[in-house]
Each structure stands twice: as structure tokens, then as C-alpha cells.
């Protein structure tokens, strides 16, 4: 599955980019080059964040899961608790 951008949020990555190495890095970079910068992390590193993402979601779903049993948990054969204890039977 690759990680494509859409192309408003591409262009201000590529404008990002630009950006960065003109500020910290005293250079300057077109925008092809910036776009296939872009393209190249977007394949080879994005997919490492991804991953660890979705992990993470898991991760926290699971916890999620697992804490629903006590929310939603009742007891069954309530009902002479509620009534006091008293076992009243039938003459």
C-alpha cells in the first residue's frame, strides 16, 4: 500500500521542504527536487510511521477492549438483592 498525499496538502509539504533547506540549510531547492525528496521519504519512511501508528492504535484499542467488560459487566440473578434479601414462598 503506498501513501499517496493529496495534492493541496503535496504542495505544501514540497513548499515545506523548500523552506527548510533555504533556512537551514543555506541552499536552496527547486521544486522538482523538492517533490521527489518527498516522494522518496513518502516511500521509503513514511511507511515506518504508519506502521507504528497503526500499532499504537491497536495497542490502545485493545486496552480499550479489554476495559469494556467492566463498563458494561452485570450480574446476573439481582433481583432478590433488590428485593432486600426476604425469599418469600407461595401458602
Same mark, same amino acid.
Given at each position: @500500500?503506498?501513501? %499517496? &498525499?493529496?495534492?493541496?496538502?503535496? /504542495?505544501?509539504?514540497?513548499?515545506?521542504?523548500? *523552506?527548510?533547506?533555504?533556512?537551514? @540549510? /543555506?541552499?536552496? !531547492?527547486?521544486?522538482? #527536487?523538492?517533490? #521527489?525528496?518527498?516522494?522518496?521519504? &513518502?516511500? $521509503? !519512511?513514511?511507511?515506518?510511521?504508519?506502521?507504528?501508528?497503526?500499532? $499504537?492504535?491497536?495497542?490502545?484499542?485493545?486496552?480499550? !477492549?479489554? %476495559?469494556? /467488560?467492566? %463498563? =458494561?459487566?452485570?450480574?446476573?440473578?439481582?433481583?432478590? *438483592?433488590?428485593?432486600?434479601? =426476604?425469599?418469600?414462598? *407461595? *401458602?
Amino acid at each position: @500500500m503506498s501513501i %499517496e &498525499l493529496p495534492r493541496e496538502t503535496r /504542495d505544501e509539504a514540497v513548499a515545506s521542504i523548500q *523552506r527548510y533547506f533555504e533556512q537551514e @540549510m /543555506d541552499e536552496p !531547492i527547486g521544486n522538482i #527536487a523538492a517533490g #521527489a525528496l518527498l516522494g522518496f521519504f &513518502l516511500e $521509503e !519512511i513514511a511507511p515506518l510511521v504508519y506502521n507504528q501508528a497503526v500499532a $499504537e492504535v491497536q495497542e490502545r484499542l485493545q486496552a480499550r !477492549i479489554a %476495559e469494556l /467488560d467492566l %463498563e =458494561v459487566h452485570e450480574e446476573p440473578f439481582q433481583y432478590w *438483592r433488590k428485593q432486600g434479601g =426476604v425469599a418469600r414462598g *407461595r *401458602r
